[in-house]
């Protein structure tokens, strides 16, 4: 709620739409990346993850694993997908911007995760569950973002930066989790024998948004015809599964707060990407250190988010002061 006020300050508005947190508030900086700059700005941002990490990265960078650019009839978006026995394959669409940059380091911590855990289980337990895919691959971005944040000078394009990532955190972690509570509420009317009407899925969507946004407070307007917006989203058409993505960068934010503070924290968490499947996720993560049925991992990850948004604010009022925003 303190960065949706934020961003009606910075739009200027009198009441913050909920159609306005899909608007972009800061004018995109235009650098762009070679694909070897992209590659040296996520060798240098995994840097504290230690040196079999970085090795790892740059042998599958300099051995082919990765299909960077666009070509006819390639298929859109970007995936990484690892092959027992041989390696990870990592397909790209990379444009130079920056936000093909991001994905790049997302896609290579799918592909050192699959890489880890095929070289050190047998095949049965290499594969790792949809509850853990996430974790590795958010991890670099958290990374990427501090590495840029310490490394850049311009306050524009670092209010960019984070704004970017707040974004992701306000769709991925927030918006997936009322989802959650959403379908929690649909599984529990079910068995209750009780049907799902048009009508009780739309006001039960409706009332969930306004409480999650803060309707009722101020903070942000939900109109009436939110309440259809349920029936467009294909997760619900499909297994329970949205939390996941909430718990995966949860997870990924936990833990990188935890390799950041020591080398244990790092051991912990290449020993988690080598485990595979060979436990349970709950199992695997507690190992970890992060212990996903406390309020704790949550709590770490709020504080980097806290951490985010005072410095937008304070880049915010330097901007304004210099009249650039």
């Known amino acids: 709620h303190r960065y949706l006020k934020l961003r009606r300050r910075m739009m200027d508005l009198d009441t913050l ?12 900086v235009d650098l762009r990346y070679t694909p070897e700059e992209a590659s040296e700005l996520v060798l240098a941002a995994v840097a504290p993850l230690g040196e079999e990490y970085v090795a790892t990265l740059r042998h599958g960078l300099d ?16 995936y990484s997908s690892g092959v027992y026995g041989v390696h990870p394959y990592v397909k790209m669409n990379y444009d130079g911007k920056y936000d093909a940059v991001s994905t790049l380091a997302h ?5 050192v995760h699959s890489n880890f855990a095929n070289g050190t289980q047998p ?13 590795a691959s958010t991890f670099n971005e958290t990374l990427l973002l501090k590495h840029m944040l310490n490394r850049e000078k311009d306050d524009l394009f670092k209010l960019w930066l984070i704004d970017q990532y707040l974004v ?11 989802f959650a509570e959403y379908e929690l509420a649909m599984h529990r009317r079910v068995e209750e024998d009780k049907t799902l009407t048009p009508d009780w899925l739309s006001s039960t969507f409706l009332d969930l948004t306004r409480v999650y946004y803060g ?29 996941k993505y909430s718990t995966g960068m949860i997870a990924s934010m936990a833990l990188v ?18 485990a595979g499947g060979s436990d349970s996720p709950l199992e695997l993560l507690k190992r970890a250190g992060v212990d996903m049925t406390t309020s ?17 604010e304070r880049i915010v009022e330097r901007l304004r002061a210099q009249k650039r925003l």
Not at 63 to 78: H, I, Y
Not at 168 to 178: D, G, I, N
Not at 299 to 304: H, I, N
Request: without cysteine; hydrophobic residues 40%; negative net charge.
């Open 296 to 312: 704790g991992p949550t709590e770490a990850a709020m504080r980097t988010v806290e951490g985010l948004v005072a410095e937008m």
């Open 168 to 178: 992701q955190v306000r769709s991925t972690v927030f918006r997936q989790t009322m």
């Open 107 to 111: 896609e290579l911590g799918h592909a």
């Open 17 to 28: 739409g909920y159609e306005d947190l899909y608007a972009p508030i800061v004018r995109a």
């Open 257 to 274: 707060e935890q390799a950041l503070e020591s080398k244990d924290g790092v051991e912990r968490y290449i020993a988690l990407l080598k």
């Open 63 to 78: 051995s082919g694993w990765t299909d960077w650019m666009p070509t006819t009839g390639k298929q859109s978006g970007a």
């Open 123 to 135: 095949f049965a337990n290499a594969g790792y569950p949809l509850f853990l895919a996430e974790i």
């Open 215 to 243: 309707h009722g407070e101020g903070v942000a307007r939900v109109d009436d015809y939110i309440q259809n917006e349920w029936s467009a989203i294909p997760h619900f058409y499909r297994n329970y599964y949205v939390y």
